[in-house]
């Protein structure tokens, strides 16, 4: 595959590996940043910060999915994130990706700036793979056992890795035949979408399985609650180093992207990784 992926409005450049996408949730109730950047103008300020740090895609998100959460109209999720992908558009030259589930919001934000698409469901909907077809940009498919309402209530897998690694791939070959090309395609495991700890660990322990289906693999393990299980560190915002270990073990297992809160410390996890594993082989 093309170690660089362009598409009418962006590009990401794989040359050198794995690369850092910044989360940016304009919510009143996100699991770690729930409020802090719903005033779009702090949203705006801290999309730029991420930037600078070297996000090199930023990830704007106006419903939260923490286990529990219920879903936010179209409507309010429109207005807490167009005018933030509007501002930034214009001042960043990274991709910005929507984070939704919904074509109408998906719409929106890619008519004010957007040019990637995160779909927690994976287009289960048809009209979100319409969007991207139209706009000729690139999809995240994620894996979720049920809803964000009901994921964690006792998920249960005969194999947990083989069975997210075939919905996966069944999703992209989905997403190939509707008109969106392979290289833009990327496959989200769902950490803790869905997983217990046990699950969690799984995925990323054979994490190698899912990059090796040919698909660019993007992981989110920032802030988890596994990693408090792990640690005993009940507040998200100090499982950085629970994230870093977590960051080093996917860009080892051959991920392209990891999608962060803490940008500048993951950067640096990253590079070293990267230095680590040697030169990449495109």
């Known amino acids: 595959m093309n170690p660089v992926v362009q598409w009418p409005r962006g590009r990401l450049d794989f040359t050198g590996g794995c690369l850092v996408m910044g989360i940016l949730n304009v919510t009143p109730d996100s699991f770690s940043d ?40 179209p409507a309010e999720q429109i207005r807490r994130t167009v ?3 509007g501002a930034l558009a214009e001042r960043i030259d990274v991709p910005i990706s929507i984070d939704t589930a919904n074509f109408e919001v998906a719409r929106a934000a890619v008519l004010a700036g957007a040019s990637i698409l995160n779909d ?27 809803t964000p309402a009901t994921m964690q209530a006792e998920p249960r897998y005969d194999d947990v890795v083989a069975e997210v690694r075939d919905f996966l791939v069944a999703q992209a070959e989905k997403a190939v035949r509707l008109g969106i090309p392979p290289e833009r395609i990327f496959l989200d495991p769902g950490i803790g ?41 009940d507040k998200p915002t100090d499982r950085v180093f629970g ?18 809160h803490d940008v500048a410390e993951m950067v640096d996890v990253v590079k070293v990784s990267r230095a680590i594993a040697g030169p990449v082989v495109a």
């Open 34 to 73: 729930g409020g802090q950047f719903l005033d779009p103008r702090a949203a705006v300020e801290h999309g730029l910060q991420l930037v600078a740090q070297g996000a090199a895609m930023i990830d704007v998100g106006g419903e939260s999915t923490r286990p529990g959460s219920k879903p936010v109209p």
């Open 193 to 233: 979408f869905g997983k217990t700890l046990e699950h969690n660990l799984l995925l990323l322990r054979n994490l190698d399985k899912l990059a090796a289906t040919g698909y660019r693999v993007l992981v989110g393990p920032s802030r988890k609650g596994f990693l408090g299980k792990i640690t005993g560190r």
């Open 83 to 85: 005018p933030v992908i």
């Open 120 to 146: 927690i469901t994976a287009l289960s909907d048809a009209r979100m793979a319409e969007v991207a077809v139209q706009q000729q940009i690139p999809v995240i498919l994620m894996h979720m056992q049920g």
């Open 243 to 260: 994230t870093a270990a977590a960051v080093a073990r996917c860009v080892a297992a051959g991920a392209s992207i990891v999608r962060v």
